[in-house]
C-alpha cells in the first residue's frame, strides 16, 4: 500500500520526538543514578552558575526568600541571555562568521570536556568503576574531539551527528538539574517567555536573526538537531515534481553560544525565500517558455497541505513526502510539464530539508523531567506527557501560522502545571485511595 502525507508527517514528527525522549529519558537515569550518592542540597550547594548569581537558596529560608530569590535569578539570567544573544546578532549582521564558527566549536568542546566529563568522574566514582587516571583522560579526550569533529566536520554518519547532538543536550540538561529547587522553576517559566517575546515580538534579538539569514539565503550559527541530513535534487528534471518544507530551529547551523546562554530556540517555517525568491524562480521557469511552448506552474505554499497548482496534481504528487525538495527557501513548490514538451534552460536546484531543533530546546525539557525525576516517577510521566504533547502542538501551529515560532512556551507551560498538578493533587489522591485500599 502507497504511503500517504499523513504517514509522512508522522516520522517527520517521530524523527524530533525520539531524540527528546532519548535526551529526557537518559537525564532521568543519570538523575536516579548520582542523586543516591549524594543528597540533592549538597548537590545544589556545589553548583555556581549564572542562573544563581544573586541568589544561594538555603533549605532554612522561608518560601517568601525563596521566591523572590529565585526571581531575581531567573531574571538576571535572562538579562544575561538577551545581551549575549544581541551580541551574537551584532556579530553575525558583521559577517564574523569566521569567529562565531570557531566560537560555537569552543563551546561543544568545553561542554563535552567539563560537563560530560564530570558526569564520566561521578558515574566512575558512583558504580566504582575500575580504571586509571591516565586511560580516564585519554577516553574523554577523544570522545570530546571526535564529537567536535562530528558536530561540525562534513561526510560524518547523520547517526554519529545525532548521538553527539544528543549528548551535549545530556550534559548541559544534567549539570543544570543541580540548580536549587526553586530557581529552577521560576527559570524555566522564564525563558519560556523570553523565548516567545524574542521570537513574536517586533525587533525582537530571534526574530531578527531569521529575518537576516532569511535576507541572505544563509542557516543562522547555531547547534540544532537535524531529523534527517540534506540533500540537494534538481527541479526541472523529466516529468519531475517536487515538494518540500523546511522546518528549523530559529538558531540554525553552527553553536551559538556557551552552554549557559544556548537556552532560546525555535521552529521556523520558511516559505520560498518571501517575494525576491519567488520571483528569481518564476523567471527560471518563466524561460522554458520561450523554448517550444513548456508551461510550468510554481506554487509556493510553506504549510502542511495548501493550494493545488495550476493544471491539478496527479497521484504521485499525492504520495510525495511532506518534507522534501524544498530549495534551500524551504518552500513547497509544484513543478509541473505537460505532456509531450520537453525542459530546457536551466535547472533550479533544491536542497531536500528536515524538521531541525534547536539545542536549547533539548536541555530545558530534560532539566524539567529531571527536576521532577527527583520527587518520583509519576510526576515525570506526567511532566514527559506534557513536553510532547506540547512540541506536538506547536509543529501545528507551525503548519498554521507559516512563521517561525518559538519551541519553548507550550511544552514548559504543559511540563510545568503538570508537574505541580500532579504533585499537589493526583498524587495524595492516588496515595490516599491505596492507602484506604480503595485503588490497587
Excluded at 531567573?74 to 544581541?86: G, K, N, P, R, S
Excluded at 558583521?94 to 564558527?101: G, H, M, P, Q
Excluded at 543544570?176 to 526553586?182: F, G, H, R, V
Excluded at 547551523?253 to 521552529?267: M, R
Amino acid at each position: 500500500m502507497e504511503s500517504s502525507i499523513l504517514e509522512s508527517i508522522g516520522v517527520e514528527i517521530i524523527g524530533v520526538m525520539s531524540p527528546v525522549s532519548i535526551c529526557m529519558f537518559l537525564v532521568v537515569l543519570l538523575v536516579y543514578s548520582l542523586s543516591s550518592s549524594s543528597s540533592p542540597s549538597s548537590a545544589v550547594s556545589d553548583i555556581r552558575t549564572a542562573a544563581n548569581l544573586v541568589y544561594a537558596e538555603n533549605p532554612s529560608d522561608t518560601a517568601a526568600q525563596k521566591l523572590e530569590g529565585a526571581l531575581l535569578n531567573a531574571l538576571v539570567f535572562v538579562i544575561l541571555i538577551a545581551i549575549v544573544t544581541f551580541l551574537l546578532l551584532l556579530l553575525y549582521y558583521y559577517n564574523c562568521t569566521s569567529f562565531l564558527k570557531h566560537y560555537t566549536r569552543f563551546s561543544a568542546f568545553f561542554v563535552l570536556g567539563s560537563m560530560g566529563g564530570s558526569i564520566f568522574l561521578s558515574l566512575i566514582q558512583r558504580f566504582s568503576i575500575p580504571v586509571d587516571s591516565v586511560t580516564c583522560f585519554i577516553l574523554l579526550f577523544n570522545f570530546t574531539v571526535v564529537g567536535v569533529l562530528s558536530v561540525f566536520g562534513t561526510g560524518i554518519p547523520i547517526i554519529v551527528r545525532q548521538s553527539y547532538m544528543v549528548c551535549l543536550g545530556i550534559s548541559v540538561a544534567a549539570w543544570l538539574t543541580k540548580l536549587p529547587e526553586w530557581t529552577t522553576w521560576v527559570l524555566l517559566v522564564a525563558l519560556a517567555v523570553y523565548d516567545l517575546v524574542a521570537v513574536l515580538a517586533p525587533g525582537g534579538p530571534l526574530k531578527m536573526l531569521v529575518e537576516l539569514a532569511s535576507s541572505r539565503n544563509e542557516e543562522l550559527p547555531a547547534l540544532i538537531y537535524e531529523a534527517r541530513p540534506t540533500t540537494v535534487a534538481r527541479a526541472g528534471s523529466r516529468g519531475g515534481t517536487s515538494l518540500g518544507l523546511l522546518v528549523t530551529g530559529v538558531t540554525a547551523g553552527e553553536p551559538s553560544s556557551a552552554p549557559s546562554s544556548s537556552s532560546s530556540s525555535a521552529i521556523e517555517l520558511q516559505a520560498v525565500s518571501r517575494d525576491n525568491k519567488d520571483r528569481n524562480v518564476n523567471d527560471n521557469l518563466n524561460e522554458n517558455r520561450d523554448y517550444g511552448g513548456n508551461e510550468y506552474s510554481v506554487v509556493a505554499m510553506g504549510g502542511f497541505g495548501g493550494e493545488r497548482s495550476q493544471g491539478g496534481r496527479n497521484d504521485e504528487e499525492e504520495r510525495s513526502p511532506l518534507v522534501g525538495n524544498g530549495g534551500g527557501e524551504g518552500g513547497i513548490v509544484d513543478e509541473e510539464r505537460h505532456e509531450g514538451n520537453e525542459s530546457r534552460g536551466g535547472d533550479v536546484e533544491i536542497a531536500e530539508r528536515g524538521i531541525k531543533l534547536g539545542l536549547g530546546d533539548f536541555v530545558f525539557y530534560s532539566v524539567l523531567v529531571g527536576r521532577a525525576a527527583m520527587y518520583d516517577l509519576m510526576t515525570v510521566y506526567a511532566c514527559y506527557l506534557a513536553i510532547i504533547s506540547g512540541l506536538g502542538c506547536t509543529l501545528i501551529l507551525l503548519s498554521v501560522c507559516r512563521q517561525a515560532l518559538p519551541a519553548l512556551p507550550i511544552s514548559i507551560t504543559l511540563g510545568v502545571l503538570f508537574y505541580f498538578l500532579t504533585r499537589l493533587l493526583m498524587e495524595p489522591f492516588i496515595v490516599g485511595t491505596a492507602t484506604n485500599l480503595m485503588m490497587f
